[in-house]
T-cell receptor, first 113, second 111 residues
Framework: DTAVSQTPKYLVTQMGNDKSIKCEQN?????MYWYKQDSKKFLKIMFS???????INETVPNRFSPKSPDKAHLNLHINSLELGDSAVYFC????????????FGNGTRLTVT | GENVEQHPSTLSVQEGDSAVIKCTYS??????FPWYKQELGKGPQLIID?????GEKKDQRIAVTLNKTAKHFSLHITETQPEDSAVYFC??????????FGAGTRLTVKP
């Protein structure tokens, strides 16, 4: 049973296209995240949702739009993809109280050509 | 906001030796400090964590120390094995579900 699952695992697309990445967690956690990992392995927080409510929205281009239909799902839609969007995107979840560990998915490697 | 710095960026040790990775954080309000191990093609996995009311925690070959006054914390791996080779990340929980990560350390354990 995968705790945090992301689809697709790989995504190759051309500049200007629109794409979505889906994430689901079966841990019953209240908080979900999107992180971006660049080629140097740096993990940067993008968004955080708590019970479907947006908590953190870092300085991310508004081409990136997260959507949380329920607290077990947090999807990421990206419009007008650019070369610089190429990275690995990680979804994570946590119980969301007072500092608790994040559980990560295995990532979606996005390549924009 | 919180800023986490991690050193070294790469670390190579001989099997059986110890490895130490150090992190500093900027915000004294941070109260939870996890460490993650990331293997190739996978997401980061929690290996050990420490809260701000504790100075040291150990789990078999892995230990973490925290110095709140100096705002730094360290990961210690003893008797390293080739399977310890991975990228290690420290992190600091700031507030309101905000977890910030260090830049990562690529550890290589040579047999």
């Amino acid at each position: 049973d995968t705790a945090v699952s992301q689809t697709p695992k790989y995504l190759v697309t051309q500049m200007g296209n629109d794409k979505s990445i889906k994430c689901e967690q079966n841990l019953g956690h209240d908080t979900m995240y999107w992180y971006k990992q660049d080629s140097k392995k740096f993990l940067k927080i993008m968004f955080s949702y708590n019970n479907k409510e947006l908590i953190i929205n870092e300085t991310v281009p508004n081409r990136f739009s997260p959507k949380s239909p329920d607290k077990a799902h947090l999807n990421l839609h990206i419009n007008s993809l650019e070369l610089g969007d190429s990275a690995v995107y990680f979804c994570a979840s946590s119980p969301g109280h007072g500092g608790s560990p994040l559980h990560f998915g295995n990532g979606t490697r996005l390549t924009v050509t | 906001g919180e800023n986490v710095e991690q050193h070294p960026s790469t670390l190579s040790v001989q099997e059986g030796d110890s490895a130490v990775i150090k992190c500093t954080y900027s915000d004294s309000a941070s109260n939870y400090f996890p460490w993650y191990k990331q293997e190739l093609g996978k997401g980061p996995q929690l290996i050990i964590d420490i809260r701000s009311n504790v100075g040291e925690k150990k789990d078999q070959r892995i230990a973490v120390t925290l110095n709140k006054t100096a705002k730094h914390f360290s990961l210690h791996i003893t008797e390293t094995q080739p399977e310890d080779s991975a990228v290690y990340f420290c992190a600091a929980y700031y507030n309101n579900n905000d977890m910030r990560f260090g830049a990562g350390t690529r550890l290589t354990v040579k047999p």
